[in-house]
């Protein structure tokens, strides 16, 4: 079983890195052919940064939106930052540069609970597709089903933490043989099982879903543009080709 869980996490990976690269190519490539920021945006470069700064890290546009629903998406993707902080502690060494600092500040601190905040937010992204009719009206049969899974993953998580605890060395040793092909055991747990099990299934999905909002944000030209369209023509490279072409004729 557990060579059969170092094969799956291995070849999930490669679909992960593989078509999420693939896919983050083509939303370099697509070209933008209009000027479509969403007003009022900034007139400059660096305030399309601070822009985009603000957007990713405390979901602005949400925000002024939604008051509530920004509350459990915050709180899912901060505890979901946080968990992936303290699950580093598999790969890193103890004694790695500012590690000991990360550990003792973030994952002891806070880490230990940032299941809480993710399944509690993801409860509350759920309630929304159900209580509230017209996003339950867009919502697809995927759209519970990530959620669900996510929700599964971060209850399977809590219980090791708190209920059923593993041997968190065993499971090192497991997660650092990975890298080097050297199958360890894991350790016997249902939960760690389903836990695994799942992230294999999240990983698989994720170039084919839409969690590529998480890169495809960084390439939204509402959101990435500079308000200047008075001051600059706005063109594509392809179309600015053919403008060249027709202004030197």
Do not use: C
């Amino acid at each position: 079983m557990s060579g059969f869980i170092a094969a799956l996490l291995w070849v999930s990976l490669i679909v992960f890195v593989v078509f999420t690269a693939r896919k983050i190519r083509q939303y370099w490539k697509t070209p933008a052919p209009l000027k479509i920021p969403t007003t009022p945006a900034p007139v400059t470069q660096t305030g399309v940064v601070f822009r985009m700064a603000r957007e990713v890290v405390l979901f602005e546009s949400l925000f002024k939106s939604n008051k509530w629903i920004w509350v459990f998406g915050w709180m899912f993707h901060l505890g979901l930052l946080l968990a992936f902080i303290r699950h580093l502690r598999y790969v890193v060494e103890s004694d790695s540069f500012m590690w000991p600092v990360i550990s003792n500040v973030i994952v002891q601190s806070f880490g230990q609970y940032a299941g809480f905040a993710m399944v509690i937010g993801l409860l509350g992204l759920l309630a929304r597709r159900v209580v509230v009719e017209r996003i339950r009206y867009i919502s697809s049969p995927s759209d519970y089903l990530m959620l669900v899974m996510l929700i599964i993953i971060g209850v399977s998580g809590l219980i090791m933490s708190f209920v059923n605890h593993i041997d968190v060395v065993q499971l090192k040793m497991f997660v650092i043989g990975l890298f080097g092909f050297d199958f360890q055991s894991l350790p016997e747990s249902g939960a760690l099982l389903i836990h695994l099990l799942l992230v294999v299934v999240l990983m698989l999905v994720f170039p084919f879903s839409k969690l590529l909002h998480a890169p495809g944000v960084f390439f939204s030209p509402t959101r990435n543009q500079v308000d200047n369209p008075r001051e600059k023509r706005h063109l594509a490279p392809w179309a600015a080709e053919k403008y060249n072409d027709h202004v030197d004729k």
